[in-house]
Nanobody, 130 residues
């Protein structure tokens, strides 16, 4: 059974930090690129950050570059994906989703599209107060 389970969301003040985690199991997710995307109310789902299966290649949306850090741990049966979010802003408020794709795109452009991902978590709410 494929499972991507996010945790770590919550309510913080602007300027604060949060760390999101995602546990992915049920497939060989160690061979999958993984990513975080987010969706604010009334807006389309947007790319935040992606990391290749090996962890060697990392991509960020311009809006989070320098503030967010994506990382992964390819454990034996479960892959752990994390997103460290610092200097949070009210515009970072959204539901954050963990996602995975088997495609290995060294240019990174493939990862920017929500439709590129085969597997999704249920999402975790992040709310930043001003």
């Amino acid at each position: 059974q494929v499972q991507l389970v996010e945790s770590g969301g919550g309510l913080v003040q602007a300027g604060g930090s949060l760390k999101l985690s995602c546990a992915a199991s049920g497939r060989t997710f160690s061979s999958y690129a993984m990513a975080w995307l987010r969706q604010a109310p009334g807006k389309e789902r947007e790319f935040v950050a992606a990391i290749s299966w090996s962890g060697d290649n990392i991509y960020y949306a311009d809006s989070v570059k320098g503030r967010f850090t994506i990382s992964r741990d390819n454990a034996k049966n479960t892959v752990y994906l994390q997103l460290q979010m610092n200097s949070l802003k009210p515009e970072d408020t959204a539901v954050y989703f963990c996602a995975a794709t088997i495609v290995d795109d060294r240019s990174g452009s493939y990862y920017y599209r929500a439709r590129s991902y085969n597997y999704w978590g249920q999402g975790t709410q992040v709310t930043i107060s001003s």
